[in-house]
């Protein structure tokens, strides 16, 4: 399977609890940190969900 890489671009401060534990789930720590995750449906979907706070790096 391929894969991608994810960043956290904004601070979780203030977010839901819901968007802070989906960033933990991510494997996000901080802003500008980087983790390589599957591309699967699931990882995608948790993307998606915090999209604001995140970018898909190519």
């Keep these: 399977m391929s ?4 960043k956290q671009v904004r601070s979780e401060i203030g977010s839901i609890p819901k968007h802070r534990a989906t960033l933990k789930a991510l494997g996000l720590k901080r802003i500008n940190h980087v983790v390589t995750q599957r591309d699967t449906v ?15 790096i190519a």
């Design 42 to 56: 699931q990882i995608r979907g948790m993307v998606k969900k915090v999209s604001h706070l995140v970018e898909i």
């Design 3 to 6: 894969e991608i890489r994810i």
